[in-house]
């Protein structure tokens, strides 16, 4: 059998911690606690963990330091836990590469339910359906091999993608020459409607200017179409 996925849950209240240990050991996860970034540093050096639930409201050190310091170990998937309208922290947090988010109060269904989208997305295993998963795409002189999930700038050299860069870029590239809306890579990317005034895309599109060189007030690479939403203008060269 399979091992069950290891996740770490980062979060100082106590009853919180216990109760969603509980409830996600009930549903086949392998379940590690921290209340701090302290223990987190502890804990992560003693395991591997294929995703980490990280409340943004630690004491000492912030979620948001902690995120950044994890980013530097792995790219492991996070999911951040943030207070109900605290867009700002919501958005850095994004911005340093968290996977998806869940605001509190918080239905421990949900969350179990955006756990397992999450650990889809980043599983190695291709999927069947998709013919671009045995491709390497070549694109303006950068190279994505979606075999092994590395970009190649057109110096040969590997630039790093976190698990949700990686899967919106593909997005991108199956679709090229296409106009992809905000709430389509969304619903691509997470399974679930964007809110109104839900910047994810936004600042997912603006850190993968980045990666790519292309700059974000006057991309050629992934422009941005009024009213309409993103597009990626290549031509794709499939091998």
Do not use: C
């Not at 009930?26 to 963990?49: F, I, P, S």
């Not at 294929?50 to 630690?58: E, K, T, W």
């Not at 700002?88 to 339910?113: H, M």
Request: glycine fraction near 8%; hydrophobic fraction near 40%.
């Amino acid at each position: 059998m399979d091992p069950l996925p290891h996740i770490l849950i980062v979060d100082d209240d106590r009853e919180i911690r216990e109760l969603l240990a509980r409830f996600l050991e009930r549903n086949e996860l392998r379940v590690t606690t921290a209340r701090d970034g302290q223990e987190t540093r502890r804990k992560w050096t003693g395991g591997h963990y294929q995703l980490v639930i990280l409340d943004l409201m630690l004491p000492g050190e912030s979620g948001l330091d902690v995120a950044r310091w994890l980013r530097t170990q792995a790219d492991v998937p996070i999911i951040m836990l943030t207070a109900m309208g605290d867009d700002t922290d919501r958005i850095i947090g994004l911005e340093l590469g968290a996977d998806d988010y869940v605001p509190k109060p918080f239905n421990p269904r949900e969350l179990l339910a955006r756990i397992r989208a999450v650990l889809r997305r980043v599983n190695d295993n291709p999927d069947p359906r998709s013919t671009a998963a045995r491709r390497t795409l070549r694109f303006a002189g950068w190279e994505l091999d979606t075999v092994r999930r590395r970009l190649l700038n057109p110096a040969g050299t590997e630039v790093p993608l976190t698990g949700g860069e990686y899967d919106l870029l593909l997005a991108l590239l199956e679709r090229a020459n296409r106009v992809l809306t905000r709430d389509m890579l969304f619903d691509m990317l997470r399974g679930r409607q964007a809110g109104p005034f839900d910047r994810a895309i936004d600042v997912a599109i603006s850190r993968l200017r980045r990666k790519l060189e292309d700059d974000g007030r006057n991309a050629q690479l992934i422009k941005t179409v009024r009213g309409g939403g993103y597009v990626l203008a290549a031509e794709i060269e499939r091998t």
